[in-house]
């Protein structure tokens, strides 16, 4: 895994040394940026009925060395407390969410564009959000799947599509206690990074017509409280039906 980008950094790191003890704060950031295309809708029954894919959770332990080691455990806590608190959320608006089950994770078609998702959302942070612009974009919101994602509205009966790519790093012991060293020493060592974007895709077209993205401070996937802060964080300002 290499470095994460500066911008996916929060920048408010403190560190206080009093006597023996060490207070380690991080100063929450949390913010939001979306992109709304479309006023509602559409529908081909009662409600819109959206897909939720299998969110694309990770959660990683940030070593003294700069090094990721993957946590499977903190990994499908996240996952799970995520793919409770959307059903929460969706139940309190007009919408019908169908949840992407473990059982389809054979399914190529399914892999196939969670991948080119990640692919287009990573995109979109940096070429829409960031500064290296696309000029064939001319500043615009323009970015799909492609109208073969159609497959999946005929396979699952949905609508749209809700893609979710989240990453959280927290630092190990040996990290904090190296950031504290560097501090005493006046420099910044950054311990934790947390960013995510979820992408709102119409399975007719393949279009993005919804997107938000999240930086530090948004909340904590691994229990059921933070994953509700996140998802309601996440899914700001959603259309409805």
């Given at each position: 895994?290499?470095?994460?980008p500066?911008?996916?950094?929060?920048?408010?790191?403190?560190?206080?040394?009093?006597?023996?003890?060490v207070?380690?704060?991080?100063?929450?950031c949390?913010?939001?940026?979306?992109?709304?295309q479309?006023?509602?809708l559409?529908?081909?029954?009662?409600r819109?009925?959206?897909?939720?894919?299998?969110?694309?959770?990770?959660?990683?332990?940030?070593?003294?060395?700069?090094m990721?080691?993957?946590?499977?455990?903190?990994?499908?806590?996240?996952?799970?407390?995520?793919?409770?608190?959307?059903?929460?959320?969706?139940?309190?608006?007009?919408?019908?969410?169908?949840?992407?089950?473990?059982?389809?994770?054979?399914d190529?078609?399914?892999?196939?564009?969670?991948?080119?998702?990640?692919?287009v959302?990573?995109?979109?942070?940096?070429?829409y959000?960031?500064?290296?612009?696309?000029?064939?974009?001319?500043?615009?919101?323009?970015?799909?799947?492609?109208?073969?994602?159609?497959?999946?509205?005929?396979?699952?009966?949905?609508?749209?599509?809700?893609?979710v790519?989240?990453r959280d790093?927290q630092?190990?012991?040996?990290?904090?206690?190296?950031?504290?060293?560097a501090?005493?020493?006046?420099?910044?060592?950054?311990?934790?990074?947390e960013?995510?974007?979820a992408?709102?895709?119409?399975?007719?077209?393949?279009?993005?017509?919804?997107?938000?993205?999240?930086?530090?401070?948004?909340?904590?996937?691994?229990?059921?409280?933070?994953?509700?802060?996140?998802?309601?964080?996440?899914?700001?300002?959603?259309?409805?039906?």
């Amino acid at each position: 895994m290499g470095p994460i980008p500066n911008y996916f950094r929060c920048p408010a790191v403190l560190f206080r040394a009093l006597l023996a003890t060490v207070v380690l704060v991080i100063a929450g950031c949390a913010a939001s940026t979306n992109v709304v295309q479309v006023d509602r809708l559409e529908r081909t029954g009662e409600r819109p009925r959206i897909l939720l894919m299998t969110p694309d959770v990770k959660y990683y332990l940030w070593t003294a060395s700069g090094m990721t080691e993957l946590q499977a455990e903190w990994t499908e806590a996240g996952r799970l407390n995520f793919i409770e608190a959307s059903k929460n959320f969706a139940a309190r608006h007009d919408t019908d969410l169908v949840i992407m089950g473990k059982s389809v994770g054979n399914d190529e078609l399914v892999r196939r564009y969670e991948n080119l998702h990640a692919a287009v959302g990573n995109t979109i942070l940096t070429n829409y959000f960031g500064v290296a612009k696309l000029p064939s974009k001319a500043g615009g919101f323009d970015w799909s799947l492609g109208p073969g994602v159609s497959e999946i509205a005929e396979r699952y009966s949905a609508d749209y599509a809700m893609f979710v790519f989240y990453r959280d790093y927290q630092s190990s012991g040996g990290r904090i206690a190296m950031s504290v060293l560097a501090a005493v020493a006046g420099a910044s060592m950054a311990t934790q990074a947390e960013f995510g974007f979820a992408s709102l895709v119409d399975l007719k077209s393949g279009d993005v017509v919804w997107f938000n993205k999240v930086t530090a401070g948004a909340g904590e996937l691994k229990d059921a409280t933070g994953a509700a802060a996140v998802v309601n964080t996440l899914f700001q300002d959603l259309p409805s039906g």
